[in-house]
């Protein structure tokens, strides 16, 4: 299937319409200023000196790049008020460009440059990448092309440099980004040029020497060693065809399997597209949290090994589970199956989410699923010797990639929801919503994940419906038959009806913290108790069949549960053999992604099963 | 009550006499060799030279100092192999001892010297004091005085550079240690002035500006910063009597809290005696190990906040557990309370315990209880940014203060047994052995701790035996009334039978780590379970209400106990609503301290509990 643009939907109504106005409302504009605040726009336009306080950093242009992709989705949109920030920084970029296309606010810095395409972990193409992509958004967008012939002229350099003269120092860059990058040039310009650059970045991973032997530079970083082998960490242990399990950053990695998605589906490599189904397999059955965050390390932000899940210490960057729902679309794209959407549903609601707060102006990188105060102490630091998330999201931070990412996800969210291929419609997310494309139009009403009642409409002639692969009862007012994980429907047309209920959720034994444990879910939203609602998270206990109060919450925009569980009575001693009588205590389950919008608070995914 | 000195009671069959002899026989010589090896020996004589390996410590002459107490001990029951060595040690430290009294071979070693007394971190108050301890047990097993003699003129400068002159650049020790030497000094040589010395350093503790405002030369070691005050690490936070709280490096504490409780006893000094009952109520009813084991934090050695005792990074060095118990046996000596020999008990068989291999030559520092080696990866550093315990005991340490340490409480254990106060006996620990001092003779004959059966015979008038607080049915053959925690008998013969049985104990709610765990007990000895026995011990659950056989080992020398749990069965899915069947599986606990004789093996003491 080819996913509808996400130009041609238009969200019509709940929790992504919300989302997307507060995006637009406040989180662009919180973005944007916090980037001038830290100097990246001027340093983006040329006009920032380092002595004004923060220090210019290599990845501040794909920073600035990202929050330009969203700009341009909302103009796309009709909406105007970043159209003149979008010119003013396309303006700065064109004057400064290089004659021979090179474009850095980092390398053409006065002192800085001298070793461009010299150090792979220095990001240049990643940021090269962010650029393309943003060009392309906003060619769609408004038809106007002196940003994309800008990128297309760095993307000229970059095929000389790499490709036809292989001068720079490296084959392929440490973080990966432009192989997907150069995959949406080549579907922007219909240029075959960027699919055969695309699959020369992909294709040499893992395969040049000039990348596997060099001296990490980011040794120090990654704390010296310790991963199985370094060349993990930018997913440059093998051949990617080779690859049957996600390794190292997670991001890098994300962006990778997803560039190998789209090439696999693009140019119908098989080999390619098995590699993502054995890496694809291997994360959800083995390395992702319940909540759809991935890299579960702090060490290289990555990923570590099969069921080593951490809930205090996850690491969950947003941008992995952004990544992971780019990598989940293109795997449905590529296969077909409901299964993958799923787990792009998974990651939206929960990891993804759980990075950007309520009010939308304040975001987490890494993404706990516990919090333990106990162990953040103000007055006694307990755990020095430990690395910890952070407890409270912030506006901003040096590595900043998380918030202009939510920017652009939230921003072009319709493309995630629906497929086609001829006239088969596929329905992949639930959301209130209406699309026009390739001849097929369709509106969707729901008020889905807090209700599981859904009606489509359309001129299709088969209409697939995704069957959450968590749903226990899914029912529709005309016949359906199943198939790769979908309802197919005759016509273009369906009532759907899904029941959500609050589940309980057990984790594979093998996931040693959650032993003995379970989370609570309801449709797609994993859901946690907080200590500001539930007193002491650590001494409660869910009972397996307790009565469930589902409550739409106004401030989440979604449902919280209320239920019983067991509590711990006060006791004196330290340790007893005395039954400790336990008492019913009220719980109250908020949806995971709502956390930490109340304060410094204990909070607990996993909770011990009665 | 006062203790029969080591040195009158023989330990006649059991548990503490078999360690007896394999310290004697094995510990012992596997703690000189190591010294020897590693330059201490050459080092203590003054023999030494740098260049040969091993770069000279100023914490060594302790080293050495606690293996000559232990040697001492041994040589008072007649046995003669430490002689020759203990004179050529004697020989070395007279011949090199300065005009003045000095002796310490790390300020002595050429080009150490200079800055003596001038650093209070640098445990010269440390190493005389344990010289101390070692010339007071050398003088008692002998006769013979040029060891104590020499450590007299010692003390002497000491009190005046300290107290008379106060040149010293500090007021009390970086690490307390001399204060219960001086009450053994004094002990044994009658003088007040060591008593005085000992009050002196006790009380000057958390009052003295030079100390409290000192830039701490540890800041570094403990890492920048986090206690509550760097003060704390050395108890010095407040005037002791004030002290409420067991604070800081857990060693320190305990040989200040010793120090304490000997004076509030010698002295009647109620309220030091006040604030020790204080500190060990905090100790025991919210910051000590179910092991015994104290001090939960990596970072300073050290007690943490109420509640913490984190299962896998717990510190709980060995030398904390036996400060523990002698601070615990000086309260019970203070107080003729029961429950403080209860809580010497806990620490000797388990956190102690723990720290030596079954063979009698390696150690732990550390103590954890659990192990999960999937964060101790070969191939996959997992938790780099973590600090986690070794998993298996080792030869020796650079800081090898815990192995001389079980040298000199194993070779002492039979002075921990037995108390009087006039015509009155107590018997505080059960082991087979025999005593005699102050008239009252005593035989008592047990194989406690693997059988309850206990026969006391004694001269006494009246007869205290200890109640353990643990203990469900205390049986005797004669009437009892209870005081205090001990059954008191009319004469001096009793034959009692403490009912042994598996016992589940649970721990505080608010030990965070522990809700919903259970861990097994049978009298003293806290049980665990190794993944060597029982596989995936994460995947392991108790019942509430198993069956329990207990059976003795012979390698452990203790019980061993079977019982039937619950495993998890085998899953494909990460995640699942299903009711994951779950099995019975076989479970064999072993006593905590035997753990890690098997190879490295996955250990849990805290079990989930169905």
Not at 282 to 297: E, W
Not at 410 to 435: H, P, R, W
Not at 509 to 533: Q, S, W
Request: some cysteine.
């Amino acid at each position: 299937m080819k996913y509808f643009d996400c130009k041609n939907v238009e969200l019509t109504g709940g929790y992504w319409k919300n989302k997307e106005e507060i995006n637009r409302k406040i989180t662009m504009e919180a973005v944007w200023n916090r980037f001038v605040e830290t100097g990246r726009i001027k340093a983006f336009v040329f006009d920032y000196k380092e002595d004004e306080g923060f220090k210019i950093h290599h990845f501040w242009d794909s920073d600035v790049a990202k929050w330009m992709e969203a700009a341009s989705y909302f103009i796309g949109k009709g909406f105007d008020e970043f159209s003149e920030r979008m010119e003013y920084l396309i303006d700065g970029l064109i004057k400064n460009q290089m004659k021979d296309g090179y474009f850095n606010s980092f390398y053409q810095y006065p002192g800085k440059i001298g070793g461009r395409f010299t150090d792979r972990n220095m990001h240049e193409l990643y940021c090269a990448g962010h650029l393309m992509e943003a060009a392309c958004a906003y060619f769609e967008a408004t038809g106007k092309d002196r940003f994309l012939k800008a990128m297309e002229r760095y993307a000229d350099l970059i095929e000389k440099v790499f490709i036809k003269e292989e001068s720079a120092a490296f084959a392929t860059p440490g973080h990966e980004e432009i192989e997907l990058a150069l995959v949406k040039m080549y579907k922007t310009t219909g240029k075959e040029k960027y699919l055969d650059m695309a699959k020369f970045f992909v294709n040499k991973r893992g395969c040049s020497e000039k990348d596997i032997n060099e001296k990490w530079g980011m040794v120090g970083y990654i704390g010296g060693g310790g991963m199985k082998h370094l060349s993990c960490y930018a997913q440059n242990h093998l051949p990617v065809r080779e690859q049957t399990t996600a390794e190292g950053h997670a991001v890098r990695a994300m962006y990778l399997y997803s560039a190998m998605a789209d090439l696999a589906c693009i140019c119908g490599d098989d080999e390619l597209g098995s590699a993502c189904e054995k890496i694809f397999d291997n994360i959800v059955s083995k390395r992702m949290y319940i909540t759809g965050g991935i890299g579960s390390g702090k060490l290289g932000e990555a990923f570590t090994v099969d069921y080593d899940l951490p809930n205090e210490t996850s690491y969950a960057e947003t941008c992995a589970a952004i990544g992971l729902s780019f990598f989940a679309n293109r795997m449905t794209a590529l296969k077909n199956e409901a299964f993958y959407a799923d787990v792009a549903e998974r990651a939206l609601y929960n990891g993804m989410m759980a990075g950007l707060g309520i009010a939308g102006d304040d975001f987490f990188y890494t993404n706990p699923l516990e919090i333990n105060l106990l162990h953040h102490g103000k007055d006694v630091s307990v755990r020095e010797t430990e690395w910890l998330p952070i407890t409270q999201r912030k506006k901003i931070f040096d590595c900043s990639c998380c918030p202009p990412n939510l920017n652009r996800v939230l921003a072009s969210l319709g493309g995630m929801i629906y497929g086609y291929e001829g006239d088969t419609l596929y329905v992949n997310q639930f959301t209130e919503s209406k699309g026009e494309e390739g001849g097929i139009r369709v509106c969707q009403k729901t008020s889905y994940p807090n209700d599981g009642h859904i009606e489509i409409e359309s001129n299709a002639k088969v209409l697939y419906v995704r069957i959450p692969s968590w749903c226990d009862s899914f029912k529709a007012n005309i016949p359906y038959e199943k198939r790769c994980g979908y309802a197919v429907f005759e016509g273009g047309n369906a009532i759907i009806d899904i029941k959500l209920t609050p589940r309980i959720v057990k984790a594979n034994p093998k996931v040693r913290e959650n032993f003995g444990k379970a989370a609570l879910t309801f449709g797609p939203l994993v859901y946690c108790l907080e200590g500001v609602d539930n007193g002491d998270v650590f001494a409660r206990r869910l009972v397996r069949n307790g009565e469930f109060n589902v409550i739409y919450n106004e401030e989440f925009k979604l449902n919280v549960i209320e239920t019983w569980g067991i509590g711990a009575n006060e006791s004196e001693e330290l340790y007893t053999s005395k039954d400790n009588e336990e008492e019913k205590v009220p719980l109250i389950f908020i949806p995971y992604s709502c956390f930490a919008n109340r304060g410094e608070s204990d909070m607990k995914v996993w909770i011990d099963l009665a």
